[in-house]
């Protein structure tokens, strides 16, 4: 099946623009709901971070480590790289006996404004903790060290990397149809939207058992650390501030977005397929408030898909518009 | 027709993402190539502002100021608001009696990283100077002068608009199928892109009267002036200095990309449905490739297309590709 209309773009009174992608909600058996081609493979990127940190909780590694939910929630984050994640990270590492030095993530320039704007100013380069990824590479220190492994857990062939892959196909139901590398280096699991899905209806109703019991605290993680997993000003952050720890979200690079519903027992994936993240962002706002999970007249609802846009004098110039036949196009659009 | 595949993005061994369009090249009588569907309706955005510029050059607007070829160049630019950029437009104004106040595109931050870095370390807010517009805007000024008409020249009812607009129709071939208003608050009349094309055809081979004269100046201005039409590390200019002058390319918002080719006397035009920059410069790169305008061996149609795309760590994870059936698909890709 093709890709499906999703979002529009109109300017005045014209379409300006169109993003097509795929979606689909999952209940961990079947496929309750799906938009273009549940069966397309995509790269999940980060939105399966809590997918590559089951190891570290399955392992005991997290509780040897003593991590609480701080960590549980950066491990399954891309942070802005603000001082608290930085710090996070780094308290986090030296808790370890590691530091910046052993990631292997890379650095980048942090997306929080504030800090951005400290190091750009005071002539500074940006280091590995401000790499959006350095909370999820902090947990994969945590994991190696309790294993008693080498320290290059990013090559694909490394014990943790071909056990995050057994635990990718068996949560998703299905073997990997590829893998590629990641910004951040690590090894990037492709599969259907499909089984992307399935995989976080099982994060939403986890079986009694050390897997299920470490989905459920990475979810809970992520819930009561909005701030964590994203940062001010993020869809991630304010979305699930929205829904008040109700539901955790998450988005990927190249347009990806996933939502655990436990309240519903379900799981939500979708992809964009020109990796417009706006599209992104605006999708999964519509599924949730779509699910009745997030209130419609809530300001983020309008912030990521029913505000009209504004030009640089302020004058109103088109916006964002659910297609025809996309969950909640009547009543959101 | 539907849009066409034109740019993939692929990570590893996989296709992680498709760019699809529409793309026309015309000779000023007819279709010479399209991809997709010439008919589609689309917002040129500023790939025009060349047509916006005629008012200015039939009237002897633009010599009664004494225009010269940098203005020329900065009334088509979508600038950086480097500091060239930013003094050469206020010293237009300044030669016309008007200042930045008269200026109506808005304000935003320049994308010249040094200006940019420069406002911000000094706590400084950028002006409408820096404005990408604000070249175009001093055309729209020289006009107004010049008619001694009123000062709200962005006014869907002032008289400069419905000169553009007549130019814009008469130089399509085709009356606006609506009008939007563009992020510098300029109305932007929208039509297909067969008719883009034939209006870049028009600038290739302009008649010997005073609306040909005028856009023959406009093209050489562009030619001449890379640097002032974008700005350093801007695909625009990049690939004019690439082609040594030989044609003149101006992109738009949404992934729009035209193309002037006086030695072949035709128009390019396309558009990337879903916005991606990333996918339009691809595409105009392949497309003056495949017109044998631009050596495929050039560093720009590596840094746009061909080269692979690294992570933090330099390491090579993907890139883009031409979709079959794109234009150089077998040469380029």
Redesign the interface.
Known sequence: MPAAELIE?W????Q?????GHAVIHDGRDIMAAWGDPDA???PRSSCKMVQALPMMESGAADAAGLGPEQLALACASHNGSVQHVEKVGAWLSGLGLGEHDL?????KPWDKAEA?RL??SHHAPNQLH?NCSGKHAGFLTWTQHAGVGPEYVEIDHPLQQAIRQATAEVAGEEP?????????AP?F?GSISGLARSMAAFANPANDARGRGMGRLVDAMRAHPELVAGEGRACTELMRAMGGRVAVKTGA??VYIAIIPEKKLGVALK?????TR?SEAAIAALLVHLGMLDEAHPIVGKLLRDPMK?????E??GLRLAPGFPGHSRVA
């Open positions: 773009l300017r005045g009174n014209l300006e623009g169109v993003h097509r493979i995509i790269f292997r993530c890379g650095c980048h704007t750009t100013c790499n149809a590829g893998v590629g590398i990641d910004g951040c280096s990037n492709a190249e347009a964009i397929e020109d990796g417009g599209a030009n640089w004098r302020g004058i110039v088109g």
